[in-house]
């Protein structure tokens, strides 16, 4: 099972771009990324997945460099309700299930 | 509306006291999942079903059992539940065997043993 490492905590202002990182040098063949966003008191929240280069939806992008070993999740203009933990999760065929998390990025947005 | 949904929301019992945690999705997903949630540990999951009558451990299993007898319902039990199962239970749901694993939670059920 990959393992991920990720920053504990960043600061950002509103309307800023924010870039959160996720290390898994071990990634396998077959494993996709996926993040989740969790706000206080509430189960997370699927917010995008990618397996190679660049993806894109209407909350967040990922990018993916060639070799996989790292992440980066982009969310573009954050607001005050993007203040959340943000987790990265990466998993493939062999997981057979088994999902490990890692401890996740609390991103705190500052007026 | 699809979605997860965990009974009871909230719930203080005492040790040794079996309890069940209900588990429902109403979106014919074939994957569930159980995990805690503990403040500085993040998320770490507890037991999966990849189908009815199909589970297996995952990362913190001990004190805790489930079954999968319908393919909506994933009950946890705690038969003997001590103080240190105090946590956050989050229940998940996915419709994409592996490798996507697009997981719908439901909304969390606190658990406090005293």
């Known amino acids: 099972l990959a393992k991920t490492t990720q920053p504990i905590s960043m600061d950002s202002y509103e309307g800023q771009e924010v870039n959160i990182t996720c290390s898994h040098n071990?990634?396998?063949?077959?494993?996709?990324i996926t993040w989740y966003q969790q706000f206080p008191s509430q189960g997370p929240r699927f917010i995008i997945q990618?397996?190679?280069t660049k993806v894109t939806n209407e909350v967040a992008s990922l990018f993916i460099p060639a070799d996989r070993k790292s992440s980066t999740l982009s969310l573009p203009r954050v607001s005050l309700s993007d203040t959340a933990v943000y987790y990265c999760?990466?998993?493939?065929?062999?997981?057979?299930?088994?999902?490990?998390f890692g401890q996740g990025t609390t991103l705190q947005v500052k007026p | 509306e699809a979605q997860v949904t965990q009974n009871p929301r909230y719930l203080i019992t005492v040790t040794g006291k079996k309890l069940t945690v209900t588990c429902s999705q109403n979106?014919?997903?074939?994957?569930m999942s159980w995990y805690r949630q503990d403040p500085g540990l993040g998320l770490r999951q507890i037991y999966y079903?990849?189908?009815?009558?199909?589970?297996d451990k995952g990362d913190v299993p001990e004190g805790y059992k489930v079954s999968r007898k319908e393919k909506r319902n994933f009950p946890l039990i705690l038969e003997s539940p001590s103080p240190n199962q105090t946590s956050l239970y989050f229940c998940?749901?996915?419709?994409?065997?592996?490798?996507?694993?697009?997981?719908?939670f439901g909304p969390g059920t606190r658990l406090t043993v005293t």
């Open positions: 999760l990466v998993a493939g065929s062999s997981n057979t299930g088994k999902l490990i």
């Open positions: 979106m014919n997903h074939e994957y």
């Open positions: 079903s990849m189908n009815v009558e199909v589970t």
């Open positions: 071990n990634i396998a063949t077959n494993d996709y």
């Open positions: 990618g397996y190679k």
């Open positions: 998940a749901s996915s419709s994409d065997l592996p490798p996507l694993y697009e997981q719908y």
